[in-house]
């Protein structure tokens, strides 16, 4: 295994396929973490550098705001005309949903930064990122009898998903999923579930990649390959947050349930069968 003074070379097709798995799984509700782990074993990076999950976590990180650019616009230009009358933008939805978003970010940064350590060493164990896909499976159910008509939530449930979307830093449990669930059954429509979800997660995102960058050599080993595959999971993001979008508007999110339920189980069983986590 490389030293740490070493850091691992990634070739070009180890490139394009990670950045494929994470534009994909980042999104869709099947757990990146759970994937990216799966996936780095499967191809014998045992200490993958940082330099990876960095562009990776930023080319998601633009395919969203890619995706969602109008929406992020018109809120800071709402945000930007009602700083000098914030009662009356904070009664508007727009300053209702970003101050949702400002005050759900809180115990997103909290809950992950104390799960940090913890969650690093959980992901290489593989009946615990089996447990937490059922956990993924068991919520995207939920979301087959609909959601509610609210538009916006409550600051106090809005606290309540970014409560949620914190404990999503264990590795298996979907960030989308756990979010778009407990936001609908919390009475949000399924389109507005959507969209508070993928809005919350950018501040969260964007500080996990600022917190990687203050690491000493963060981006010591990044070469073409790796720009290449971050390149490619901002394409497959955008596509898969595409797809989701129509997914969640048919009422469909539920059937991720059907591939969650029995690659939780494999991961459970793993062991048993000599698979790649197995210590």
Do not use: N
């Not at 990876?52 to 890619?66: K, P, Q, R």
């Not at 939920?142 to 449930?157: E, M």
């Not at 409560?163 to 989308?176: D, F, K, N, W, Y």
């Not at 080993?221 to 390149?231: C, F, R």
């Amino acid at each position: 295994m490389p030293s740490a003074a070493e850091p691992v070379a990634i070739g070009l097709g180890t490139a394009l396929t990670l950045g494929a798995l994470q534009g994909v799984t980042e999104f869709l509700p099947v757990s990146s973490s759970g994937h990216i782990a799966i996936g780095a074993l499967l191809f014998g990076i045992h200490d993958p550098p940082l330099s990876l999950s960095i562009v990776l976590h930023a080319g998601t990180l633009l395919a969203t705001l890619f995706l969602f650019r109008a929406d992020v616009a018109r809120l800071l230009a709402d945000f930007a005309k009602g700083i000098t009358r914030p009662r009356e933008w904070l009664a508007t939805e727009s300053g209702q949903m970003s101050a949702g978003v400002v005050l759900a970010s809180i115990p997103t940064a909290v809950i992950g930064l104390l799960l940090k350590d913890s969650v690093e060493a959980w992901q290489s164990v593989p009946w615990i990122v089996g447990v937490c896909l059922l956990v993924s499976a068991a919520l995207v159910l939920t979301t087959r009898r609909g959601g509610g008509d609210r538009a916006v939530l409550p600051l106090a449930a809005a606290l309540l998903v970014g409560i949620a979307q914190g404990i999503a830093v264990l590795p298996g449990i979907s960030r989308s999923g756990t979010t778009i669930a407990v936001a609908m059954m919390l009475g949000m429509t399924g389109a507005a579930a959507f969209r508070f979800s993928f809005l919350l997660s950018l501040p969260a995102v964007l500080g996990a990649v600022l917190l990687e960058l203050s690491k000493d050599g963060a981006l010591a080993s990044v070469g073409l390959p790796v720009w290449i595959g971050g390149a490619v999971a901002t394409l497959v993001g955008v596509i898969s947050l595409v797809f989701l979008r129509r997914l969640v508007d048919q009422g469909r999110f539920w059937a991720f349930a059907l591939y969650l339920v029995p690659l939780g189980l494999a991961m459970i069983a793993w062991p048993l069968w000599g698979g790649a986590f197995a210590r």
